[in-house]
């Protein structure tokens, strides 16, 4: 099992400017995704975060919309850059995907 | 690309009644999971099926993987307050290690 710290829990922002998000692993593990869950919806992969490579993007997310760092194999994050209302969502961090996925508890993110 | 959809989109039943997601893939799973979302909460998993026809109980709760490895049911006996949440079921493609989602069951129990 995995137990993912993420921060922050939810924040409010001004469209225009950027949020990180933070994701702690308590273990090491290759791979790191990035997931946003707009109201109601389901879970889109945002991107997969290798430790020592670029992150590779879904269709439709874009590294410079979605910065994300992967210093160690226990940490990553994700910035939210120039956001506008449409961010609006919830972002999640998840490891494991193979066999069992876990999730950090997720930023509620409401652009004002 | 890979898609995930799952029927109905919406469920409201009684307490004690029983309650069925279907969920079918575009293309075939390597294996399929299933995940609970309480409201306000983040996706907890439940269980991973991988093999053709796979019958798993967990309680109430009974999981079936389509013989082709393209769908699968979620079926809940009895339904109490406490299975209130969203249902997703979700697959990686093979050699594939990501996740696709499916666009989830949301249930609701009148008490």
């Known amino acids: 099992s995995a137990v993912i710290s993420q921060k922050p829990s939810r924040d409010i922002c001004q469209r225009g400017t950027s949020l990180t998000i933070q994701c702690q692993v308590d273990?090491?593990?290759?791979?790191m995704f990035w997931y946003r869950q707009q109201p109601g919806q389901s879970l889109t992969l945002i991107a997969t975060?290798?430790?020592?490579?670029?992150?590779?993007?879904e269709s439709g997310f874009v590294i410079d919309k979605f910065p994300i760092s992967r210093p160690n194999l226990t940490f990553s994050t994700l910035t939210v850059s120039n956001m506008s209302p449409e961010d609006s969502s919830i972002y999640l961090c998840s490891v494991g995907q193979r066999i069992e996925a876990f999730f950090g508890q997720g930023t509620r993110l409401t652009v004002v | 690309g890979q898609q995930v959809m799952q029927i109905p989109q919406y469920q409201h039943v009684q307490e004690g009644e029983d309650f069925t997601t279907y969920c079918n893939s575009s293309?075939?799973?390597?294996?399929i999971q299933w995940y609970k979302q309480r409201p306000g909460g983040h996706p907890v998993f439940l269980i991973q099926l991988v093999k053709s026809g796979e019958v798993k109980k967990q309680k109430r709760l009974t999981f079936q993987f389509g013989e082709a490895k393209k769908n699968s049911s979620l079926h809940i006996t009895a339904t109490q307050t406490t299975d209130v949440g969203t249902y997703f079921c979700?697959?990686?493609?093979?050699?594939?290690?990501?996740?696709?989602f499916g666009t989830g069951t949301r249930l609701t129990i009148i008490p």
């Open positions: 273990s090491q593990v290759t791979m």
């Open positions: 975060a290798n430790q020592g490579s670029e992150a590779t993007y």
């Open positions: 979700a697959g990686p493609g093979f050699g594939n290690e990501k996740l696709t």
């Open positions: 293309t075939t799973l390597s294996n």
